[in-house]
């Protein structure tokens, strides 16, 4: 029995870092150890020292696979608890659709009470626009719908600037932006239309009527028009308008 106990405790020693292991021989060198010191004592037989042994690396083997063990689990909870992810995180893998992703935006931008919205026309800086119309175009060269909206539009600027240079227009439909159409003719099929007009410098303090044409997504839900200056990112004014198709 003793020399079973020190077996028991050197392998346990060796092998605590597999707890299991560890753990079992250990636990059976400390009992086997015990047994054979009281037999010994009892019957006043050799091999004491052995036992002792057993005993002692047992209890040693014992105690060091619990603590692998400790942690060894909790590294492991720690892993699984990681690999759940912050919330925050999951917004760098999910992109959502452009068109939600620009209406959520424009939302949360609208409620910002630092910003100015002007429904229809106002004042930006370096330029005062107003939607002044909207109409249905003619088909374009490869048969799209269009829309031709009429800015009235004045630079305010100490520069010559063109509308283009001057602000920014966005035009969406269901939450996709539209974009710009081309008619080829001046008037396009459509009168007073002018497809260089938004590219036209104006002198400061002049104004000019541009009119744009936009590719239409469909014939009848309404667009949303959001303009703001093109030559002061700092501007906190928006001009906004929603114009529902005829």
Not at 147 to 171: C, G, M, P, Q, W
Request: with cysteine.
């Amino acid at each position: 029995m003793a020399v079973v106990a020190l077996i028991l405790g050197i392998v346990a020693i060796v092998m605590f870092w597999i707890p299991i292991v560890g753990i079992g021989c250990g636990v059976a060198a400390i009992v086997t150890g015990l047994i054979s010191m009281r037999k010994i004592n009892a019957e006043r037989l050799r091999g004491k020292g052995m036992s002792i042994g057993g005993l002692v690396t047992g209890i040693i083997a014992a105690i060091l696979s619990v603590i692998v063990f400790i942690g060894s689990f909790s590294t492991t909870m720690a892993r699984l608890n990681g690999s759940k992810g912050d919330p925050l995180d999951s917004s760098a893998i999910y992109a959502p659709p452009q068109g939600n992703k620009d209406e959520k935006k424009e939302e949360q931008d609208y409620k910002n009470p630092k910003l100015k919205i002007l429904k229809g026309s106002g004042s930006l800086k370096g330029a005062d626009v107003k939607i002044a119309s909207a109409e249905r175009g003619p088909k374009d060269t490869e048969g799209h719908a269009t829309l031709i909206i009429t800015y009235d539009y004045k630079n305010t600027s100490k520069e010559k600037l063109s509308f283009l240079r001057a602000v920014d227009d966005s035009v969406s439909q269901n939450g996709v932006s539209l974009s710009e159409d081309y008619l080829p003719h001046k008037d396009g099929g459509y009168k007073g239309y002018d497809g260089q007009s938004d590219i036209t410098d104006v002198a400061p303090n002049d104004s000019l009527e541009v009119t744009v044409a936009y590719e239409l997504v469909d014939g009848s839900t309404p667009v949303d028009v959001t303009i703001e200056s093109g030559t002061d990112l700092d501007d906190t004014t928006y001009i906004i308008q929603r114009i529902n198709i005829k």
